[in-house]
């Protein structure tokens, strides 16, 4: 039992002190900044090619291709939440909103005191008829046998630090009903083809995809840059009706609580495969879309439809940086035993011979759209908790909760003031403020007491 | 002829530039000299150079009607104005003049470092095209300007700082008693050694730290404020309101560098030297973040659809 208490103790001491939350952040801070620096989400590959191979096996290994969903990651996160519910219940509650006490003034940074003249009981009334006026709440109280004044200003912003801590309370709340309960997910649409949605009951056809792009000359060359895209869809819900709308870049499109978003888009190719001379309805009637490969029944052929080209330069054949279509080309490549075996960048209605008899010709193209879908019910509650978030820190930031604390006692011309300032953030902060308090009350009291 | 003559724009880029390098020279010769018609020659200069920033981003929007925050050329000159602003701010609320050589010398190298990326004028991508942008740039780049002026007054008060340690190891000066005083600066200054005198003028450690307090305190929130609006505006246009993108990641990762600093400041022995280094990492990691990731790092915010 001893041993219990004795560990809860060491547990509520760590997770209550400031400097292992701040260590939890530095933790947090780091792993963060891993996600930054290695590219995420990347296959394994490309982290060959990017680092020393030991690096690239540590960084598979440990995860950092994907750090953000590790449980370290969402471990630590766990941690600081879990240090900033003790560290409020430990620290910030008795630290910011502690009783009203008596101190040992000389013993606090900020004190000042003099003598005035006049009987305690009378300065005590004019003291706090002057801290009112200036806007700070008086609060006496006898403690120990002594009458003291307290003065406070922005107590209730000593509030502040538990704002801003609920709001990033509730932000993890909001990010963990998304992992409860939300999806997202995308889907590359055809033209004319219609897809249904996984997670939910909805269907969607793309009508039509468009884009535009355009060309700009600037200071350091020819630019297109795109301006719009936008597919025109049928979706049909849950309930079965079938409506029709655009998505476009920042209008997604709403349909049971499932948003849709213009993503991306790309292009899918039919072609015309004979085979000495006669057609294989099998291989045309497909769509095929970058990295699709077409196999040549019977051979250990295929041919790996690599890129689709928009534009073709018509001086040197090659592809153009134009991104609007032109003269259409699609770059294919032949692989035989999965060697490969020739490659070209083929015209729309031309051929390339495959062998053994076989002609490929791409025949038409057709526009791709890349849509997006989420479903995230803890979105609001992610607002709200950031806006809280916010509202803390301004709170926290702006307002400057100090408290005086003031003892009048009998003294040789009548009585002596003793006066202290506490704030949140130190006492330099508010050096100045108390110092010029100081002086006003002085004179004050003085000037009152001969006047 | 119209043609050849330099866009209104470029003109005032140009006039803020000057305006910043010559202010930048006086308030420099200020910190050393304390003469103070050299401060007052730098207070119009730099008022000036501001508002010739601002005119030139109004000109630019008036001429090509493209919002002209959406690349490097106009999110940093924004940079460089807001810190200006935010300088001129405190420097008339805390008397910060003795900063003003370096905050006007840094924005002056970032704003001619921004004219050369000048592209000339660009429509924006789709996904730039929404009233998020409006927002949520102007935001981001003024918590960076914040930061930038507080990691200004941070290098003052860690040099200060070790000088006055530096001091107190070559003995035989007074000991150091209080964490933020500094007799050994103030003896040596007495003494006639010109780097203490200097240092002497600048306000104390204690002050220097509640300005470097004062003003995370502006760039903060704004950061804070700036990342929610940013992923509002991720809400909108990709699906979700946070991708782990490169750039949002950088940015948490100075958001909380910038709670660390605000966790040790909230504790009296941490207060100071520990701090301020902690707010001096924290402008590195802004600048990783602002820099760093648009130039080495691609990603969503490369703006590749
Ligand atoms: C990301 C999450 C957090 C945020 C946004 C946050 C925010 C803040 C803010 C704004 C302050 C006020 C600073 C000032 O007035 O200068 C503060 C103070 C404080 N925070 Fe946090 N905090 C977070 C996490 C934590 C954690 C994990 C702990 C647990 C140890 C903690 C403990 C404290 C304490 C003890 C104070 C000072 C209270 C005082 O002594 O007056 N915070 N926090």
Redesign the interface.
Known sequence: MQAVRELYDDFIRTFGNVLFAVLLFIVWGLLTLVGVIIAQGKDPATYFDSYAAPLARLILRLDFNNIYHTPYYVGIIGLILLSLTVCTFKRVIPARLPPLRAVAIDKIPLHASFDVVGDPESIRDRMEAFFRARGWNVRKRELGGVEWTFADKHNWARRGVLVAHAGFVIIAAGTTIYWAKGFSGDEAIVTGQTVSVPHTQTSIRLDGFSYKIKPIVTKSGMVYQPIDYVSRVTATGSDGVARTATIRVNHPLDVDGVLYYQSSYGFAMRFRVTHDGVRVPALMNRDYLTGDEIDLPGTQRSIVVAQFVPTVDRLSGQPSADPRINDPAVFLQIFDSGQAAGAGLIPMKAAIDAGGGWRVTPERYLLVSGIQYTHDPGVSLVGIGAFVLLAGLMISFYLLPARLFVRVDPGPEGSRIGLAAMTVKGYDIFERQFNDLAAALGTKLIGDSRG | MANAQMPLDEVLMIIALGAYVVGALALLVYFFSRSEWLRHLAIPLAIAGCAAQFGQLIARYEITHIWPLLNLYGSLSLFAAVAVLIFIIFAFRYDLWFAGGFVLGLSALFLAYAITW???S??A???L??YWAKIHVPLVVSSYAAFMVSFVISVMFLVKYYFERSLAKQGPHAPVTMR?DTPNIAAAAAAGNAGAQWLNTIPSL??L??LI?RIV?VG??LL??GI?TG??WA????????Q?D?KE??A??SW??Y??YM??????A??GVRSAWVSLIGFLSIMFCYFG?NLW?SGLHSYK?
Request: hydrophobic share 50%.
């Open positions: 000048n592209e000339g660009m429509p991508v789709p996904s095209q929404s933020m204690a002050q730290d509640v307090y305190a903060l929130p804070t404020l929610i992923a509002m809400h909108e246009s990709w699906g979700h309101y946070w782990w490169p990641t950088a948490l990762f909380i560098v709670a660390i966790h040790l400041h909230t504790r009296n941490w207060r990731v790092i659809v």
